[in-house]
């Protein structure tokens, strides 16, 4: 079973960066793919960002690519989102997720292919 924690989220202007990190534990986290998701107000969780278990492959969502950075440092067990140039539809609840690597495969872009969740952090852009 693996436990995630996201943080790093908060309140910043249109324009202004934030760094997201899901931290995980109780299992090993390079052998997992992990993505991030977000959810707005009255909208459905969507895909944001992906990488896969040893970090060289990588997904963006079409919104976010060449805005947003996902990365991970495995000896840390930590997944980071880079956010630059905010704007305010980026603001929602953003969710880490991981699932068990498949040799082979792309980072998934569906959250139903991630069995495990963190509880979400908070971003909110002002205009």
């Known amino acids: 079973q693996v436990q995630l924690v996201e943080s790093g989220g908060g309140l910043v202007q249109t324009g202004g960066s934030l760094r997201l990190s899901c931290v995980a534990s109780?299992?090993?986290?390079?052998?997992?793919?992990m993505g991030w998701f977000r959810q707005a107000p009255g909208k459905e969780r969507e895909f944001v960002a992906a990488i896969s278990w040893g970090g060289r492959s990588t997904r963006y969502a079409g919104s976010v690519k060449g805005r947003f950075t996902i990365s991970r440092d495995n000896a840390k067990n930590t997944m980071y989102l880079q956010m630059n140039s905010l704007k305010p539809e980026d603001t929602a609840i953003y969710s880490c997720?991981?699932?068990?690597?498949?040799?082979?495969?792309?980072?998934?872009?569906?959250?139903?292919?991630?069995?495990?969740w963190g509880q979400g952090t908070q971003v909110t852009v002002s205009s």
């Open positions: 997720a991981a699932d068990r690597a498949k040799l082979g495969y792309d980072p998934p872009l569906s959250r139903h292919d991630y069995a495990y």
């Open positions: 109780g299992g090993t986290s390079s052998s997992y793919t």
